[in-house]
């Protein structure tokens, strides 16, 4: 299946090659958890950035109970060789001269590298692959404290964004290294006009053309992907796929049902479509048994319907966000071109 890479750099990480000149032999794979991030930074200047990583990266979901979407891990300049090859690595200064982060970092950055981020106030550096394989880089120079903030706060989505990337990045190889389900991709773009690719352990539970609806699942840790869709009407966006999504936890999925009271939403931008994305916790009508889920609904104009890509967990005593992640990595295969196998 044809794979899609979106790449993100700033122009002033294209200089990272004066740093590390060429390298032929092949990079090692990036270590540690995927959801922390490793973080070199001075007591003040953590005080000073921490509250604007904890809007995007470290946003508190309830799962439950509560997890974020990523964890700092924060270590001490004299530990940075020991953690080079972390999978996401930060380095937060303003090259104090009694910082022991400064030294490290004109080791790592040219002087002219250092000089233009310094004299561009919106300036940052963020780079895959620099020391490992799958690894996100990034560095934040400011002159001040209040310099430090402003540039973190001004990139925030884009340091997120490339996180992300690379995050799912990863994640895309990880779930799919035993092989996928090719034919199932094939049977519901055949049936139905779109694709999705999916991990080798799900199975099939439902395929209600009736519904608009198809149901698939995997075994403890439990993992369930649903796929509904509508008609579109002169309504907003909004308002169709919150219809939608009314329709899918309560009418299709009768045993389901969502708790309102966690529920929350926002609008992105979902692959090349405007979205909503949904997260909350969601209950069994039957059994004891529920857990956080995840949904993306949009409109998609190849077919011209609404479309929402649900996932939800049940893994008692266990961490939620891997599974939740794993879950929007499948999600974001989702597509209505031609369907082609490797």
């Known amino acids: 299946m044809r794979k899609k890479r979106i790449y993100q750099f700033s122009v002033l ?10 390298c032929t032999k092949p990079k090692e794979a990036a270590i540690g958890y995927d959801d922390v991030i490793t973080v070199v930074c001075d007591d003040r200047n953590w005080e ?3 509250p604007i990583l904890a809007q995007t990266l470290g946003k508190v979901y309830h799962t439950p109970p509560t997890e974020t979407l990523y964890r700092f891990q924060r270590i001490s300049p004299n530990d940075l060789n020991a953690n080079i090859l972390n999978k996401n690595l930060m380095i937060l200064t303003r090259l104090e001269d009694d910082s022991k982060i400064t030294p490290q970092v004109r080791s790592m950055l040219p002087d002219s590298t250092i000089s233009k ?3 561009n106030p919106k300036g940052i550096f963020y780079q895959g692959d620099v020391y490992a394989a799958g690894q996100a880089l990034v560095v934040v120079i400011g002159t001040s404290l209040a310099d430090l903030r402003s540039r973190l706060e001004i990139n925030q989505d884009r340091v997120f964004n490339f996180i992300e990337h690379k995050m799912y990045e990863r994640n895309t190889a990880f779930i799919y290294r035993s092989g996928e389900q090719f034919e199932l991709a094939k049977k519901y773009y055949d049936q139905y006009g779109f694709y999705i690719r999916m991990m080798h352990d799900f199975v099939e539970i439902e395929n209600r053309p009736k519904y608009n609806m198809v149901w698939l699942g995997r075994d403890f840790p439990y993992r369930w992907l649903t796929i509904t869709w509508a008609e579109p009407s002169d309504s907003t966006l909004e308002y169709q796929v919150n219809d939608l999504l009314t329709s899918t936890f309560g009418e299709k999925l009768k045993d389901v049902r969502l708790n309102r ?3 929350s939403s926002e609008s992105i931008w979902f692959k090349q479509y405007s979205a909503w994305k949904y997260f909350g916790l969601w209950e069994s009508k039957t059994e004891v048994k529920g ?7 949009f409109y998609e104009p190849v077919k011209d319907r609404i479309y929402l890509i649900s996932g939800l967990v049940h ?3 266990r961490a939620k966000m891997p599974y939740i992640r794993q ?3 499948i999600i974001r295969t989702f597509d209505t071109e031609i369907f082609e196998a490797d």
């Not at 990480?13 to 060429?22: F, K, N, P, Q």
Request: charged share 15%; with cysteine; proline share 6%.
């Open 13 to 22: 990480s294209l200089l990272i090659v004066l740093a590390l000149g060429s």
């Open 48 to 50: 000073a950035c921490e």
């Open 117 to 119: 981020l310094r004299n």
């Open 261 to 263: 009271d966690y529920l």
């Open 291 to 297: 857990g956080p889920f995840i949904a993306y609904g």
């Open 315 to 317: 893994a008692p005593d």
């Open 327 to 329: 879950l929007e990595t």
